[in-house]
């Protein structure tokens, strides 16, 4: 459960972030 909250949580920063993080793209 942990996990997926987290991913959304990555995707949601990648995309504030613009994309700058490339590293988080897993």
């Given amino acids: 459960m942990k996990?997926?909250?987290w991913s959304?949580?990555?995707q949601a920063a990648?995309?504030?972030d613009g994309g700058?993080?490339?590293g988080s793209c897993d």
Avoid: D, K, L
């Fill in 3 to 5: 996990v997926r909250w």
């Fill in 8 to 10: 959304v949580a990555i």
């Fill in 14 to 16: 990648e995309v504030t």
């Fill in 20 to 22: 700058g993080t490339g």
